[in-house]
């Protein structure tokens, strides 16, 4: 039981890093479109940047980004992760009613 719930956690902070590079990426990549002395890319965008130039780095970025974002997400999902942590439904779920925090909402 314990190593199942160690192997949980390690693959939710996975999932949560593939995350945070996928913003980190995307961050990246919404700078690129100016031109700039430096550009920091990871090696299978360097033709991207030879052949178009930095619009079609800075649009490959984003896109990379948006990947590693969903694909983190999903793999954080796939190890038991909660998506609902602030929505959650109530016991019966007969009702409709959902919780944020300490507030309740009735979803007509």
């Known amino acids: 039981m314990e190593k199942t ?7 939710r902070v996975e999932g ?10 995307f961050g990246m990549g919404t700078s690129y479109f100016q031109e700039q002395l430096i550009y920091r890319m ?4 360097v033709p991207i940047y030879d052949l178009p130039g930095s619009t079609a780095l800075a649009v490959s970025m984003l896109v990379l980004g ?5 694909w983190g997400f999903s793999y954080w999902k796939s190890a038991a992760g909660k ?3 602030l929505w959650n439904t109530c016991d ?9 925090g300490q507030l309740q909402f009735q979803i007509v």
């Open 66 to 70: 948006i990947a590693l974002l969903v």
């Open 92 to 100: 019966c779920g007969a009702c409709g009613r959902r919780f944020f």
């Open 5 to 11: 719930k160690i192997v949980m956690i390690a693959k």
């Open 16 to 25: 949560l890093t593939i995350g945070f590079i996928g913003v980190c990426f």
């Open 42 to 45: 990871p090696r299978i965008l």
């Open 83 to 85: 998506t609902s942590a």
